[in-house]
């Protein structure tokens, strides 16, 4: 978790100094609107895309390798850990009820009915996708680390966009993280295991 644990001090890093840091409430004190852009890479269409492709990939991936395989099993913790961030943070939305800065420029308007701002769905489940193969491939494969580019650049397109606060991105790759983590420790996947067949044979090699 080393590695995990350097990524998570280079995001909040990040959003201390590169946002238009300035004095801001919310739980870490930094959190204000960001100006809104949501032009070029910015676009919620690329948003859209690096979100729906990774758990495209993820769910292709786990179900075209099966889990009999190193590879094939890092797909199927990939895809326990997306489950498990998104279940979380749904329910964790619910709870907190907080106003996206779309719609306030005070962030500490929380428990306000069906508003849903912390903790950030999409940065938890980009975080909670890549997770599992940063922690089976990073020690041996530093490149991999490079897979945290991902939930970055969504947090901050997403704080552009005026979706999320600061600390609602930070949340969001918080709960990632630990949910990446608890998945990748199980001895096998748990979502390919209920599947038919328990899917230990992936279609790869059915065809």
């Not at 004095?23 to 609107?33: C, V």
């Not at 326990?80 to 308007?109: H, I």
Request: one cysteine or more; charged letters at 20%.
């Amino acid at each position: 978790m080393r590695g995990r644990a350097l990524g998570f001090a280079a995001l909040c890093t990040f959003f201390f100094t590169f946002t238009d840091a300035r004095a801001g409430g919310g739980p870490l004190g930094i959190d204000h609107r960001l100006a809104l852009d949501e032009s070029g890479i910015w676009s919620r269409g690329n948003q859209n895309l690096l979100m729906y492709g990774l758990a495209a990939a993820d769910v292709g991936g786990a179900l075209w390798l099966g889990t009999d395989s190193r590879l094939g099993k890092t797909f199927g913790y990939s895809l326990d850990s997306l489950a498990l961030g998104g279940l979380s943070a749904e329910a964790m939305k619910k709870v907190f009820g907080r106003v996206r800065p779309n719609r306030t420029d005070n962030p500490n308007q929380w428990f306000k009915g069906s508003n849903e701002s912390f903790p950030s769905g999409e940065v938890t489940a980009i975080t909670a996708i890549v997770t599992p193969f940063v922690l089976e491939y990073g020690h041996e494969r530093p490149l991999v680390y490079g897979l945290e580019i991902l939930p970055l650049y969504q947090a901050l397109a997403r704080m552009k966009s005026r979706a999320h606060w600061q600390s609602d991105v930070i949340a969001g790759f918080a709960l990632g993280t630990a949910a990446g983590y608890l998945a990748h420790r199980r001895d096998s996947p748990f979502l390919m295991s209920i599947l038919p067949d328990g899917m230990a044979v992936g279609f790869e090699k059915r065809f």
